[in-house]
C-alpha cells in the first residue's frame, strides 16, 4: 500500500529527467505498437472544453501541520506528442522531500501519464520510484485491442475503462464537475503496481477558503481512496478545486493515523482560462 499512499495523496513526489532521457527509455516500445487506436469501449465524449492546455504547470507545499514537508508539481508537457499513433498529452508528477526530512523518510519519485487527447485514455506511463530503501522502475501499456493492460509482472485483463493514476486526475478534471449535484459519485478505476483499484470522487459542495495565494471560491471534493494503515478510511480526503473554467486543486489535505499531512498550491503558470474563482 506503501505507492498507493504516496499516489493518491499526489501522484508526484519525484526527481526530473530531461526529455531525452525519457524518451530514449521508452521510443522504442511505442513505436513498436499501434494497437490504442482500435477501441472496443465506447468512445468517451465530453461536454465542456479541455480546461488545462500544454505548459500548465502546478507547484504545491508539501507539509504536516506548519512544517514543509516537501515540494511537488503538476505539469504538461509544452505540446502534444504523437503516442502509439495518436496525439497524446504527457503528464508528469513530481516532487521530492524536503531536506529537513529526509533523514526521516527520503523520497524521489515521478510518474510521465501518456493520455490521447481526443477520450483521455491512458495509453501508457512511466514510474521512477524511490522512497526509502524502496526503489523500482516501472513502464505499463494499456492495450485497447486486447483489452489488457501489460506492466512488470505481466498482463491484466481489462473489461472497462481503467487509468493510471496520474491520468485520472486530470480525467477527473475534463469531467463537468461544477454541474454535477452535491453528493454525485464518480466512480475512476486505476491501475497501480499490478492491481486495479475501485477509486472515484465524491462532489460535496461549495465552499470558500484562504490560502497564501488568496481567497477563492471553491468547490469541495472527496477523492475515494483505499483505507490502509496510514490512511483511515475512503472519504477522509479531502480536496479543494477552483470553481471556474480550470478547476485547479488548492489545496489536499487527509488525517493520517498520526496527525495529517496538506499540500497548498504555492504557484501556477499557463492556466488556459483567468481565475476566475479567485475573490
Not at 526530473?16 to 513505436?31: G, V, Y
Not at 524502496?134 to 501499456?141: A, E, G, N, P
Not at 454525485?184 to 490560502?211: N, S
Not at 469541495?220 to 490512511?231: G, L
Request: include cysteine.
Amino acid at each position: 500500500m506503501r505507492a498507493i499512499r504516496v499516489g493518491l495523496l499526489l501522484p508526484f513526489l519525484g526527481l526530473w529527467q530531461s526529455d531525452s532521457q525519457l524518451f530514449s527509455q521508452s521510443n522504442a516500445s511505442i513505436a513498436a505498437e499501434d494497437t490504442s487506436r482500435k477501441n472496443p469501449f465506447p468512445p468517451r465524449t465530453f461536454s465542456k472544453p479541455v480546461p488545462f492546455q500544454p505548459g500548465e504547470k502546478l507547484v504545491f507545499r508539501v507539509h504536516y501541520g506548519w512544517l514543509t514537508a516537501g515540494e511537488a508539481t503538476f505539469e504538461i508537457y509544452p505540446k502534444i506528442y504523437i503516442v502509439r499513433g495518436l496525439p497524446a498529452y504527457i503528464f508528469r508528477g513530481s516532487g521530492k522531500t524536503a531536506t529537513a526530512f529526509e533523514w526521516f523518510y527520503k523520497v524521489r519519485d515521478y510518474m510521465d501519464s501518456y493520455v490521447d487527447t481526443a477520450q483521455m485514455r491512458s495509453l501508457l506511463y512511466y514510474r521512477w520510484v524511490n522512497e526509502g530503501d524502496f526503489h523500482f522502475v516501472d513502464t505499463v501499456y494499456f492495450d485497447y485491442a486486447k483489452k489488457e493492460i501489460r506492466g512488470r509482472k505481466g498482463s491484466f485483463g481489462m473489461d472497462t475503462w481503467i487509468m493510471d493514476m496520474l491520468g485520472a486526475f486530470y480525467y477527473a478534471r475534463r469531467l463537468d464537475i461544477r454541474n454535477m449535484p452535491d453528493g454525485t459519485v464518480v466512480d475512476i478505476p486505476v491501475f497501480l503496481d499490478d492491481k486495479v483499484y475501485p477509486l472515484g470522487m465524491k462532489v460535496l459542495g461549495r465552499e470558500t477558503i484562504k490560502t497564501d495565494l488568496g481567497r477563492f471560491r471553491c468547490i469541495k471534493i472527496a477523492p475515494i481512496v483505499v483505507a490502509d494503515r496510514v490512511f483511515r478510511g475512503q472519504e477522509e480526503m479531502i480536496m479543494w478545486v477552483t470553481d471556474d473554467e480550470n478547476l485547479i486543486p488548492l489545496k489536499i489535505t487527509s488525517p493520517l493515523i498520526v496527525g495529517s499531512v496538506s499540500a497548498t498550491l504555492r504557484s501556477y503558470e499557463g492556466l488556459k482560462y483567468p481565475l476566475s474563482a479567485k475573490l
